[in-house]
């Protein structure tokens, strides 16, 4: 019987009892006290039924389940079935959550959950062994504490996860850790770090090799070097008809001298520390150099090379490498330019920090190709780089300087009117 039948019969059962009582109270002339006591009792019954349904209700485990009659029964099945419905949910949302535990624990990085105050709410076994977390002793302990690296501490609390972070792992310095932090929900973040050791020692393998060939051919290059130059010098008559086949000799090695000096530069900016050799840089006297070097470069070629630098502001950063970033893209900007263009070299405190900036009316470049400029060897027209000199290294070494002080470079370019090369700092590399 459904609960709207049970009420309806219920209602039914009360107006029989009342009809029947009417006529008999009538008869013994008592109809009040009759009618009274008739329904005391069928509110006691009630009550009674109550009593034992709400006793069962509030520990249904320790009590019997009753026996119960009239509108109580249906109202009792309901309460099973609206239970049942609950249990099921529950098992159901159980089987998913533990689904999940199982999945994520099964994942090949280390996962870890960290609330809005930092703290670590849920971790998988793989962060247990990287971290070196306890399942007792760090649940909900503050990241801080567990790892003390300053440079994940800085990375986790500037908020600036655009880039993974690579660092050793807190309990096997072996062991390189490629750290990335997603943050979701309110204030909760996703911490998430993948074992990169292999891909470390191969990079680091790579760069050892590059640098170990560099310097090896270095010597026996200026040997051959030096040798062309004396024979170019010579004035030996058997020397005459080799003499253009030398000045080639003179230029190419020249050329691979340039390359290896480059490429060194390039390992040294990868292994040393950014924060080596660093001092206050003033860059306007350094500017001042570069410009003579350009006018040098330009010779007879007319450019018109003008400088518009704010003397008195000085950068905190690596001189040398500062010198040879700059330079580059002054010296680009020479070869990049046709005879008589103009080029203008700014250096100057923007709202957003110091900027140096190299513009040129020079051949310009296709949208396609900036994106992949400060690729190594990566140049728009080869024929053209190697006439004028260049070892298309330069724009690497300017990325890698750059981002060694924290800036960046922002190219525009419109190919057959001009490029403007920038490099923007951010204001805490301003010296004070
Ligand atoms: P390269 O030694 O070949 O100049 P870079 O790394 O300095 O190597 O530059 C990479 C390429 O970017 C160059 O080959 C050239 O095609 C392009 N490029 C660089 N600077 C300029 C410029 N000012 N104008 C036009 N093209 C440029």
Known sequence: ???????????????FITLLLIPLGLGIGHLAILLWGGLSLYLAWHLYQLYRFTRWLGKPKSHPRPHLFGIWRPLMRRVDELSGRGQK???????????????????????????????????????????????????????DDLISDPVFLNYLHTGHY??????????????????RIVPYGKGKRLLQARDITRLHQLEIVR????????????????????????????????????????????????????IVEDLLLLSRLETQRSNEGQGVVGIYPMLRGIVEGARHLSGDQGHRISLEADERLRLVGNCHELESAF?????????????????????????????????????????????????????????????????????????????????????????GKGSVFTCRFPHARVAS
Not at 6 to 15: F, H, I, N, Q
Not at 162 to 179: D, F, H, I, K, T
Request: hydrophobic content about 40%.
């Open 1 to 15: 019987m459904s609960l709207d039948q049970a009420w309806r019969s219920e209602l039914v059962g009360v107006g």
């Open 327 to 415: 330079a580059n893209l002054v010296y680009n900007a020479v070869r990049y330019t046709p005879e008589g263009g103009d080029i203008r070299i700014r250096w100057w405190l923007s709202g957003n920090g110091p900027c140096f900036s190299v513009s040129d009316s020079g051949i310009g470049i296709a949208p396609e190709h900036i994106p992949r400029l400060t690729e190594r060897f990566y140049r728009v027209d080869v024929g053209r780089s190697r006439e004028s000199g260049g070892t298309g290294l330069g724009l690497a070494i300017v990325k890698h300087v750059l981002s060694r002080h924290d800036g960046k470079l922002v190219v525009e370019s419109e190919p």
């Open 207 to 258: 760069r050892d090799f590059v640098a170990n060939v560099s310097h090896e051919i270095r010597t026996p290059l200026t040997v051959v070097h030096g040798y062309v130059e004396t024979m170019l010098e010579s004035r030996e008559a058997f020397l005459g008809p080799w003499k253009r086949i030398l000045g080639q000799m003179q230029i190419q090695t020249l050329r691979m001298q340039r």
């Open 89 to 143: 949910r529950k098992r159901k949302l159980s089987r998913m959550l533990s689904g999940f535990l199982e999945s994520t624990g099964a994942l090949p990085d280390a996962t870890l959950v960290l609330n809005d105050e930092g703290r670590i709410d849920w971790w998988n076994s793989v962060a247990a062994e990287f971290l070196g977390l306890d399942r007792k002793r760090d649940k909900g302990a503050l990241i």
């Open 162 to 179: 655009g880039r993974p972070l690579q660092m050793p792992a807190p309990v096997n310095a072996n062991v390189s850790l490629e750290v």
